[in-house]
T-cell receptor, first 108, second 114 residues
């Protein structure tokens, strides 16, 4: 079983739609959680950290459920520029473990 | 721009050969990690260096080795290349004093093994 599991998608949504991605992790001792974004043929970049209380950054909302070992990312009012792969990331001790990524394609 | 540079950007090797990939970390960052990203997969942790010492390793065989230099630049060496080693190799740096989870990645070295 992979340490971090995500639905690979692709999710094809129209502009303006709301889309949600989910992720589960297997190590209950994981310390912190993140979403990274990776554009096609580019390097991953930090999108946002994920806190137990839930956190929001503009159109993006992240949630963490430690009891269920579940992380989510909600994108509201999707833009064409949101098209990318979204990587769920978990920190165990001093290393980051990446999920496979969920591909999002926003169409006009 | 993250300030992390990698070379070469693309290269082609044949099975059994050896390869060295190079990374120059962002100024002030003394921790460097290497990741392997196969097509359609997320980055997989290979190892991490802090102040020239390896301080973490993923599930990769010993033929994957590395170095970090006093200026914090780094190398990844892969011996006895196999077809499955074809991937994007990403170098990432961060400050060792604060692990916020933000890694600054280079654009990667795309290795093809024939």
């Amino acid at each position: 079983r992979k340490e971090v599991e995500q639905d690979p998608g692709p999710f094809n949504v129209p502009e303006g739609a709301t889309v949600a991605f989910n992720c589960t992790y297997s190590n209950s001792a994981s310390q912190s959680f993140f979403w990274y974004r990776q554009d096609c043929r580019k390097e991953p970049k930090l999108l946002m950290s994920v806190y137990s209380s839930g956190n929001e950054d503009g159109r993006f909302t992240a949630q963490l459920n430690r009891a269920s070992q579940y992380i989510s990312l909600l994108i509201r009012d999707s833009k064409l520029s949101d098209s990318a792969t979204y990587l769920c990331v978990v920190r165990n001790t001093d290393k980051l473990i990446f999920g496979t990524g969920t591909r999002l394609q926003v169409f006009p | 721009e993250t300030g992390v540079t990698q070379s070469p950007t693309h290269l082609i090797k044949t099975r059994g050969q050896q390869v060295t990939l190079r990374c120059s970390s962002q100024s002030g960052h003394n921790t460097v990690s290497w990741y392997q990203q196969a097509l359609g997969q997320g980055p997989q942790f290979i190892f991490q260096y802090y102040r020239e010492e390896e301080n973490g390793r993923g599930n990769f065989p010993p033929r994957f080795s590395g170095l970090q230099f006093p200026n914090y630049s780094s190398e990844l060496n892969v011996n006895a290349l196999e077809l499955d080693d074809s991937a994007l190799y990403l170098c990432a740096s961060r400050s060792g004093t604060e692990n916020t989870g933000e890694l600054f990645f280079g654009e990667g070295s795309r290795l093809t093994v024939l």
